[in-house]
């Protein structure tokens, strides 16, 4: 049922699921894939940053809390990017359908 309602949608079903082969749908999943990358790299430096938080030495302590606040700026960047890109996009000028990012 679901393989057919993606074919009638102009998709191709594979295994994971239906793959939207739109331009809009191929950039949509390349920004979606590449968030999930950067939230994952932000996620490894955070743990980073806590273990050389523990390990007790002034310097790591001091490199831990500017990678630390350095992980959240840029975690935050992220965010608003997102923010900005759903708003110039849907609200602005109405050229991403809305749940796409």
Known sequence: ???????????????????????????????RI????????ALIQLILAGLMYQSGQEAKIVEARE????????????????VILRIIGINVLDVIPDGSI
């Open 1 to 31: 049922m679901l393989c057919n309602n993606c074919i009638i949608q102009g998709g191709i079903w594979i295994v994971i699921g239906c793959l939207d082969v739109t331009p809009l749908g191929l950039v949509t999943g390349m920004i």
């Open 34 to 41: 590449a968030f999930g990358v950067m939230g994952g790299v």
């Open 67 to 82: 990678k630390f606040f350095a992980t959240l700026a840029g975690l935050a960047v992220l965010v608003f990017s997102v």
